[in-house]
C-alpha cells in the first residue's frame, strides 16, 4: 500500500512539474511575444528613413501596385526567388525597378528626400531644393541649373570682389548638393539593411517558436502583410532557387504562416457570413 500511495504521490508530482513547467513555457513565449512586438515599431522607424514608405512609393510610381495579388492566393508555393519574380513580373519590368533605385534618377532621389527626417538647417535646405528637381532632367542638369538660378538671383552690379566671393558660395553649395544626394543614398542603404536584418531577427523568434506569434498576429498580421508587398521584389532579386542558401528566410516564413492562417479565417468568416445571408433570404421568402 505504501508502495502504491508513493507511486501515486510521485505521478502527480510530475504531473504538476509538467503542468507548471509548461505553463512557464508558454507564459514566457508570450512575454517573448510582446517584447518582439514592441521591438517592431522601432524596426520600421529607422534613425533616417521609414524604409516601408520610400519601397511604396517606388511601387506606386512605377504603377506595380496590382501586381501582388499572387501574394495572398497560392500561399504555400511561393518561394521568394528570382524565377518566381519572373513569373509574376517581365524583365522590362525587373530592370525599370532596378534602373529606378539609383542616386543618379533624379524621382527616386526626391523619394529618398522627401522620407529622409533631416537633422540640421543644411539638410533641410537642400531638402527643399531637391524637392523642385525636375524628374525629367538629369542630377548633373538639376544641380547646375540650380547653381545658375542661385547667381541670377543675386544683384548683377555688384564688385568684381563681391562676384569672386558669390561664385565661391555657388561652388561649394554646388558640390555639398551632390554630397548631400550620394549621402542620402548611403544612408538610405543603411537603414535598409537595417530593417531587413532585424526582421529576419524578429521573424526568427516566431518562426522557431521562442516567441509566440499567435499572441502578436491581431495586432501584427496587417503591417506585416504590406510590408511584404513592399520588400518583396527586393528578396526575391536576392535569392536562386538553385541555390540552397537563401536571404530572409524566417522573414518569408512568417509570411506564409500569417497569410495561411489568414486566409483560413477568411474563409470561414466568408462561409458564415454566406450561410446567414442564405438563411435569412430563406425566412424573408417565408415572410
Not at 526582421?199 to 516566431?206: G, I, K, Q
Request: aromatic share 14%; hydrophobic share 40%.
Amino acid at each position: 500500500m505504501e508502495l502504491i500511495v508513493a507511486g501515486v504521490s510521485a505521478l502527480v508530482g510530475f504531473l504538476i512539474s509538467h503542468i507548471y513547467y509548461n505553463h512557464e513555457k508558454n507564459r514566457n513565449k508570450h512575454e517573448k511575444a510582446i517584447e518582439v512586438a514592441k521591438e517592431f515599431e522601432t524596426i520600421l522607424n529607422s534613425d533616417h528613413f521609414i524604409v516601408q514608405s520610400v519601397f511604396s512609393e517606388i511601387i506606386e510610381t512605377l504603377e506595380f501596385e496590382d501586381k501582388f495579388t499572387f501574394l495572398q492566393n497560392d500561399v504555400a508555393a511561393l518561394s521568394f526567388t528570382k524565377q518566381e519574380l519572373y513569373t509574376y513580373f517581365s524583365e522590362n519590368e525587373v530592370e525599370k525597378y532596378k534602373n529606378f533605385n539609383k542616386y543618379t534618377n533624379v524621382t527616386f532621389i526626391k523619394i529618398l528626400s522627401k522620407h529622409y527626417t533631416e537633422t540640421n538647417s543644411d539638410e533641410r535646405f537642400f531638402a527643399s531644393v531637391i524637392s523642385q528637381f525636375d524628374s525629367s532632367k538629369t542630377l548633373d542638369v538639376n544641380i547646375k541649373e540650380f547653381k545658375d538660378n542661385l547667381k541670377n538671383s543675386k544683384e548683377t552690379d555688384q564688385s568684381d570682389e563681391s562676384n569672386k566671393e558669390l561664385f565661391k558660395i555657388q561652388m561649394k553649395i554646388q558640390t555639398d548638393l551632390r554630397i548631400y544626394v550620394i549621402n542620402l543614398f548611403k544612408k538610405f542603404n543603411v537603414s535598409y539593411n537595417h530593417v531587413f536584418n532585424k526582421l529576419e531577427w524578429m521573424s526568427m523568434y516566431f518562426v522557431t517558436g521562442v516567441a509566440d506569434s499567435d499572441a502578436v498576429y491581431k495586432s501584427l498580421h496587417q503591417v506585416y502583410f504590406v510590408l511584404m508587398k513592399c520588400f518583396y521584389i527586393e528578396i526575391a532579386m536576392k535569392n536562386d532557387k538553385e541555390v540552397y542558401d537563401r536571404y530572409f528566410t524566417n522573414i518569408t516564413n512568417l509570411y506564409k504562416i500569417w497569410r495561411l492562417k489568414y486566409n483560413k479565417e477568411k474563409a470561414s468568416f466568408d462561409e458564415i457570413a454566406n450561410n446567414a445571408e442564405r438563411a435569412h433570404s430563406k425566412i424573408k421568402k417565408r415572410v
